[in-house]
Structures are given as C-alpha cells and as structure tokens.
C-alpha cells in the first residue's frame, strides 16, 4: 500500500484529519445502522400487530441493519463521495496462499483469545456478556443461523468498513503497525454497544476484541486481499458460536472460557 498525503484542512495535520474522518465514519455507520434498525423495528411491529419485539428477532434485526445495510451503505458512500472506486477495498478470489493465510490468522486469533480468556480468570477480573452471545444461549436453535450469519454478514460487513475502508483510508497516512493499530481503536470500543456488564468488564472485554481486530488488520495488510480478513472474521465468530453452542448444551460451565 503506498502513502499519499492529502493537501492540509480543517486546520489539521493530515494524519490527524484521517484519524478524525476514519472515527466519525465508524460512529456514523452505527448511527445508521440505529436508524435502519427502528425503521425494521417500526415496520416489524405494523406487520406482526405486537407491541413488542423478542431478543431473537431484535438480533436478527439488528445484524440486518448494522452488518448488513449500514456498514455497506456507508462505507460504498464514503468511496463514491472521495472519487474512490471499488478497487482501493483490494478483494479478489483468495489464492491458496491466501486461503492458508485465513487459516494461520483464524487459528492464531482462537488461541490468543484462550490466553486471553486464562490471563482474564487469572486476574480474577470479569468480562462483559455480548448480547448477541447471550441470546444465543437462551434460544441454542438459532446458532446455525448465526453462523450462516457469520459469514454473509459479520464478517464482511464489519471488514469492508474497518478494515477495507478506515484501515485502508489511515494505512494512506501511516505506517502498516499504526493503521492496523488505529483502526482496531475505531473497532474494539464500539462493541460496547453490544454489551452487557458493569463499565469494568466492558472494559476488559473491548481491550480483549483488540486482538482479532488486530489479527484481522496484519492479514489485511500482508495480503493486501479484503477477502482474507473477512473470511477469517467470519470463520471465527462462527467458531465461538459453535463452540458456545456445544458448552451451553454439554459443559455450561466452561463458558467463560473464551468470553461468550
């Protein structure tokens, strides 16, 4: 990836000026993903005549808007307002390198969140529940969706706007480690959205979703391929779900293992 400085505004520096644009990109796409969510809401309760909407249907919603409207909308919206075209994402048909690259960056990421998990329960510190994790806890059935899911949505929703766009648009400015570590910055703590605990434990749980978000960045950044994170993202998450799955109906106890 090459670095090209734009010319100087705002009265920023242009490093600063990408950093400022890269987060309030990422705040804006979860503030219409909020607003596509309560049109579904809106539209869901007209249609069903209830008054209220279950945590299964909430999460299904909510995936559709965020993931899957909100993140694309506005990441090919920032594209067509700078005059980028698709080509700056830089995604293809992953080769078998690449595909082993999925592989290493999946594998490397579970294991470093078991550590994580260990370091966690070591400490004697608690991590934040994920709403969408607890839902699945309580309805197990809807697992398989959610792993469906995983890969249609998660994983390339969430990839195409921090990784293709916000990393791509800061690795302009910055060198490889600071994008990847700057674009984790805008990734991590909006999860926080989706979470369920005391500030503490939300706390630790965004400093844990530093490391896939990092883990996902190097794949981007050594494959200069948008496909491999996502398909590592979504592999991953769909593991946890599987995983959660099995310890839900096998080992209830076991869950806090990898934070689920």
């Known amino acids: 990836m090459s670095t090209i400085e734009p010319e100087t505004k705002w009265g920023l520096s242009p490093r600063a000026r990408a950093v400022v644009l890269t987060y309030a990109l990422a705040v804006l796409a979860f503030g219409v993903g909020v607003v596509f969510l309560t049109a579904i809401a809106v539209v869901y309760l007209s249609a069903t005549g209830s ?21 694309p909308l506005v990441s090919l919206t920032y594209l067509h307002r700078r005059g980028l075209g698709l080509d700056f ?15 290493l960056t999946f594998i490397g990421t579970i294991a470093l969140i078991i550590v994580a998990g260990l ?6 510190l608690e991590a934040a529940s994920n709403t969408a994790g607890e839902t699945a806890s309580a309805n197990p059935e809807i697992v398989p969706f959610l792993i469906l899911a995983s890969f249609l949505l998660i994983g390339p929703g969430e990839e195409l706007l921090f990784r ?10 910055f060198s490889a480690p600071a994008a990847i570590l700057l674009a984790s910055g805008a990734f991590a703590p909006l999860h926080i959205t989706a979470l369920i605990g005391d500030l503490q434990a939300g706390l630790v749980t965004i400093a844990v979703l530093f490391i896939p978000s990092l883990a996902f960045g190097y794949a981007y950044e050594k494959t200069d391929n948008l496909v491999v994170p996502a398909l590592a993202h979504g592999l991953y998450n769909a593991t946890l779900f599987g995983i959660m799955y099995l310890a839900v109906k096998y080992a209830p106890e076991s869950t806090g293992l990898l934070g689920l």
């Open 51 to 71: 008054d209220q909407i279950s945590a299964v249907a909430s999460l299904g919603m909510s995936l559709i808007a965020l993931q899957g409207l909100a993140f």
């Open 89 to 103: 994402l830089q995604y293809e048909l992953p080769s078998l390198r690449e595909l082993g690259q999925t592989l």
């Open 119 to 124: 370091v966690i329960q070591t400490l004697g």
């Open 164 to 173: 293709g766009v916000i990393q791509g648009t800061l690795r302009k400015h």
